[in-house]
Structure formats: structure tokens, C-alpha cells
């Protein structure tokens, strides 16, 4: 969320280390790069920047620099920002009790929000070893994951080939997710040795009922990867399919890969976590023995195909993204256009509320203003 929302827009951010002077200037800056006007902005962020404790400053003024220059502003950063914080909350703050409990540590949180920005410039910059060590070193600090980068590490340690720690890391996030919601010792991050023996029918009901579409997918590659076309990997990749399944119809349908994150808001399991899970690792999935490997399972497959969405049609799709959506909500499939049609004085209203919902979340994780209808 972002910080001109909840216990930030009252206390100021990181509890009021940043100075009021500084604070308006970033704002200022923000709304004008919201605005297009970049060079304009420039001047605010120099004037930001001049608090050293300005975190968000720092991370706003590295994403608009060449991606070597905005790392060495990202570390300088983070260098001042731990220094900061062992002012703050103790020279141990980093190995004391503290650890854990970042993010709940309202000091902490523009700190945390400088590593998010480590991380992707990392990832945009092909650095996807030290885009790791930071995802570790923030779930590390905190386990509960508040800025939600855990969806990320799976798919990289995929794409580096530490495919244990991949299958390891989504087993542990599944299970915790289909437990009491407490998350993993070290944010799954002590890497130990993946099981390989199949779900239990317990097991898989507890992980179809509170599913997380990029664990469930890793676990599946991952699985394969080790250990071939196994029950486990088979298990996997169902409760994948029933978790989000853009994922794998535009694997199937052979889609091609996106180029770049989803820079809108994300929803749990939705078409936003799809494009950001597919960004980071579709053309993994599109290695011929892998695709043929998803396609084979008949029951996968069975599960992402979908039925027309107007009244009274029961057509089902043949192959995978047979139909075609409505280009508006992208919530709704149909068999043809008479059934879109036919399906339209049912469906405007939901499509228009859909839309304003979108839009509001998106104000919400940006700061911008809610625009009502």
C-alpha cells in the first residue's frame, strides 16, 4: 500500500523522521511525474533528497536514472537507511528481535520499500542473483511479506536454476497458506530439501481451498524439473489450474510472453498476478518438454477451459482461450458474438462496477486521488 495511506498519512512517513519540508517536495515531485512532467519534477526530488532520512525519495529519483546509476543510489541509500534505523531502534536492530517484525516497525517501512525498489531494478538490470539476496534479506526482516515480493522468488530461483529451492520455498508458502496463515520460519528462506512423496487427499482439499496461483505454478515446474512427470508434479499443477487459470491457458495457447511487470494494481490470483507470473517465467514453461508435459494432463487442461458466459448456453471451449472475452472487464467469455450480445443488458452493469473497482485499487496503491464516478 502506499504510504499516503494508513498509519503513514497521519504520523508521516517512517513515524516523522522525514522532515515536513521534504515530504511536500517528494509529493510535489511524485504528482508531477504522475502528470508526465518529469524534467519539472527534477528540482522537487534534488530538494527531497537533501534529508538524507528521504528514503522514498531516493527510490523515486533511482527510477528515473540508467539503471547503473540507480543502483548506486539504491545502495547508497540502503547504507544510509540502516544506518538510520540502528539510530533509531538500536545498533542490534538488524540481529535483535526486531528481525521479523519490519514493516510492523513503522521506521522501517520507507527502508523496506527501498530494497522493493533494489530488487526490480536488479531484475530490470538482469542481476537476478542479487534480486534474490534482497527478496531473502526482506523476508528475513519480514516474514509476513507485506510488500508481497515472495510471489517473485519462487519464479527466480527458477530461473537460476536452484530448482530445491524453488520446489522447498513454494512448499512451505503453500502450507502455510492452507494453515493457520502463519508464514514460514525466515520467510521459507532456510532452504532445506523438498519432499517428493505425493499430496494426501487432505492435503490437496487444504491447498485447492486457499490456493496462491505462483506457488502452486512453481511448485509444479519445480517438481518436474527434479523429479520428472511425477504424481506430485501432476498434483501441483491441478491445484495450479484451479488457482488462476490465465496462467496456463496463455501457456498453452502458446500467448506470447510478456515484456515487462504489470504496473497496475495486483489482486490475489488475478489476470494482474498472471501477467507478472507469466513476465518473469513463461518462457520456462514454453520449453517443448514442459508445455507438452502441462498439455498432456488431460485433467489440467479440462480445468481452465471455460463455459460461454450467457444465459442459457452451455457451450465449452474445445481448446484453451477458444473465446473470446468482453474487452471491457475481461471478466466474462462467450462462444460468439450473438451470445455477447444477448448476454449485454444482463452484464453492463457488473462490467461498469468492475471497471470502478479497478480503478479504485489502483488509486489506492498508487496515492493518487479516488476518482468517483
Given at each position: 500500500m502506499h504510504r499516503r495511506m494508513g498509519v503513514e498519512s497521519f504520523m508521516g512517513?517512517?513515524?516523522?523522521?522525514?522532515?515536513?519540508?521534504?515530504?511536500?517536495?517528494?509529493?510535489?515531485?511524485?504528482?508531477?511525474?504522475?502528470?508526465?512532467?518529469?524534467?519539472?519534477?527534477?528540482?522537487?526530488?534534488?530538494?527531497?533528497?537533501?534529508?538524507?532520512?528521504?528514503?522514498?525519495?531516493?527510490?523515486?529519483?533511482?527510477?528515473?536514472?540508467?539503471?547503473?546509476?540507480a543502483i548506486e543510489i539504491l545502495l547508497a541509500g540502503e547504507q544510509t537507511g540502516r544506518e538510520a534505523l540502528k539510530r533509531s531502534l538500536g545498533p542490534t536492530c538488524f540481529q535483535d528481535d526486531n528481525v521479523g517484525h519490519f514493516w510492523g516497525l513503522i521506521q522501517t517501512r520507507p527502508y523496506m520499500r527501498l530494497l522493493d525498489a533494489l530488487v526490480e531494478t536488479y531484475l530490470e538490470d538482469k542481476q537476478l542473483?542479487?534480486?534474490?539476496?534482497?527478496?531473502?534479506?526482506?523476508?528475513?526482516?519480514?516474514?509476513?511479506?507485506?510488500?508481497?515480493?515472495?510471489?517473485?522468488?519462487?519464479?527466480?530461483?527458477?530461473?537460476?536454476?536452484?530448482?530445491?529451492?524453488?520446489?522447498?520455498f513454494s512448499q512451505v508458502w503453500l502450507e502455510s497458506s492452507s494453515g493457520d496463515g502463519s508464514p514460514p520460519p525466515l520467510g521459507g528462506c532456510d532452504f532445506k530439501a523438498p519432499f517428493s512423496e505425493p499430496?494426501?487427499?487432505?492435503?490437496?482439499?487444504?491447498?485447492?481451498?486457499?490456493?496462491?496461483?505462483?506457488?502452486?505454478?512453481?511448485?509444479?515446474?519445480?517438481?518436474?524439473k527434479l523429479y520428472g512427470d511425477c504424481l506430485l508434479a501432476r498434483q501441483y499443477l491441478r491445484i495450479a489450474a484451479k488457482s488462476n487459470k490465465t496462467i496456463l491457458i496463455r501457456i498453452l495457447a502458446k500467448i506470447p510472453q510478456p515484456k515487462t511487470p504489470n504496473s497496475g494494481a495486483r489482486t490475489m490470483n488475478g489476470t494482474d498476478s498472471a501477467h507478472d507470473y507469466l513476465w518473469l517465467v513463461q518462457n520456462l514453461w514454453m520449453k517443448s518438454d514442459v508445455w507438452n508435459w502441462a498439455n498432456s494432463d488431460e485433467e489440467a487442461v479440462k480445468l481452465i477451459l471455460r463455459e460461454c458466459c450467457a444465459p442459457d448456453c452451455t457451450i465449452v471451449e474445445t481448446l484453451p482461450n477458444e473465446f473470446k472475452r468482453c474487452a471491457a472487464c475481461k471478466m466474462t467469455w462467450y462462444c460468439g458474438t450473438p451470445c455477447q450480445r444477448k448476454h449485454w443488458p444482463g452484464h453492463k452493469t457488473s462490467c461498469k462496477e468492475w471497471k470502478q473497482q479497478q480503478a479504485m485499487i489502483q488509486s489506492i496503491v498508487t496515492g493518487q486521488p479516488i476518482q468517483r464516478p
Open positions: 512517513i517512517g513515524g516523522g523522521a522525514v522532515s515536513r519540508e521534504s515530504n511536500e517536495a517528494l509529493e510535489m515531485a511524485e504528482e508531477l511525474i504522475y502528470q508526465g512532467q518529469t524534467e519539472r519534477a527534477l528540482p522537487y526530488l534534488h530538494r527531497a533528497m537533501n534529508d538524507p532520512n528521504n528514503l522514498d525519495a531516493c527510490s523515486r529519483a533511482a527510477s528515473l536514472m540508467p539503471k547503473k546509476k542473483d542479487k534480486a534474490i539476496d534482497v527478496i531473502v534479506e526482506m523476508l528475513r526482516l519480514c516474514p509476513t511479506d507485506n510488500i508481497g515480493r515472495r510471489d517473485w522468488l519462487g519464479s527466480l530461483l527458477l530461473r537460476t536454476g536452484r530448482h530445491a529451492d524453488a520446489l522447498y499430496l494426501s487427499e487432505d492435503s490437496i482439499s487444504k491447498l485447492s481451498r486457499w490456493p496462491s496461483d505462483a506457488m502452486s505454478y512453481s511448485a509444479a515446474l519445480s517438481a518436474f
